[in-house]
């Protein structure tokens, strides 16, 4: 019987969408619902196992990690890409290497959460009415706001979308940047150094790596405006989070709305979590029903395929 682990299910939620009992007679699986306490935890509770069902951006696959769990044979993983995961690794051991579609409305959707949030202070409003308390800020309209983009891909162009219906000046950065796609939406192309000036709201949505690894650090929070918000909905590491800290606590910018942090789960002490202009979601920019539902039927869906020597939706 193929035993298969089920990572990083933190809500312990995965039966809800897929029925692993009816499967029972065929693999024998473990959930997982906490993260490893470090990488030799991971080797040493993983080390049975012969297929992992993971959750993109949580459980990294590094090359010590693979090299050491001898016996695996699939990783399926949430979402058509991950970067978490060494490729050149699976290859080397002959792991087979899979992922599944994936919903990319949520993470505009989210962005449009945290910016609103921000533009309202709903933080601090929020809080002061449990307290008794009765309009203690003032806020501020989008309309006329300037919205900059750092990447104008799927995600990036839905966001410019609802940054034009609420009727924002719209400007976007990124080492690839497509001209077509910004004369399509009405995006103005810019230069980092004038988006980082200009924005009112400077958002973030492009892909994780070295690339783009702190392409945000204290540097440019100095370039920015007092006035100005930052919003992160891809990856933690393209903005510096020491300076992040840096430039919320002494107010060199006015907020942050951050879904995505360099360490993940974020520590119960980080500093983030104790700064007023600083509104926080736990990496939920994917996390829906619907999304779920799709990575845990095609996770059970790429596996089976996998066991039948026909292997779909290969990332290589």
């Excluded at 509770?45 to 769990?69: D, G």
């Excluded at 919205?147 to 690839?176: C, D, H, P, T, Y």
């Excluded at 690894?213 to 100095?222: P, S, V």
């Amino acid at each position: 019987m193929l035993k298969v682990a089920v990572l990083d299910d933190y809500q312990n939620v995965s039966q809800q969408f897929v029925d692993l009992e009816k499967l029972s007679g065929k693999y024998e699986f473990k959930i997982f619902s906490e993260p490893f306490i470090n990488e030799a935890d991971a080797i040493k509770q993983l080390s049975s196992f012969e297929a992992l069902l993971i959750m993109r951006e949580r459980t990294p696959m590094t090359k010590n990690l693979i090299e050491n769990l001898t016996k695996l044979k699939f990783i399926i993983t949430s979402g058509s890409r991950n970067k978490s995961i060494d490729l050149e690794a699976a290859k080397k051991r002959k792991v087979i290497v899979c992922g599944t579609e994936i919903n990319i409305n949520p993470t505009p959707e989210l962005t449009w959460a945290l910016i609103l949030g921000l533009a309202r202070n709903f933080k601090e409003e929020i809080e002061n009415m449990y307290q008794g308390y009765w309009q203690t800020t003032i806020g501020i309209e989008l309309r006329g706001k300037i919205l900059g983009l750092i990447g104008l891909g799927r995600v990036g162009s839905q966001v410019a979308k609802i940054g034009k219906a609420f009727g924002m000046q719209v400007m976007a950065w990124s080492e690839n940047l497509d001209l077509n796609k910004c004369k399509e939406l009405g995006v103005l192309p810019c230069s980092k150094e004038d988006l980082i000036l200009n924005s009112d709201f400077l958002s973030i949505h492009v892909q994780g790596g070295e690339r783009y690894k702190n392409c945000i650090t204290l540097k440019e929070f100095d370039k920015m405006k007092k006035s100005a918000f930052i919003i992160n909905t891809s990856r933690g590491p393209i903005i510096n989070e020491d300076d992040l800290i840096i430039a919320l606590s002494t107010n060199v910018i006015s907020g942050a709305g951050i879904d995505v942090y360099e360490k993940e789960p974020l520590q119960e002490n980080n500093k983030l979590r104790f700064l007023p202009n600083a509104l926080l979601t736990p990496h939920i920019g994917y996390v829906t029903a619907e999304n779920y539902g799709i990575f845990y039927n095609q996770m059970i869906e790429a596996l089976e395929a996998c066991v039948n020597g026909k292997p779909i939706r290969i990332i290589e």
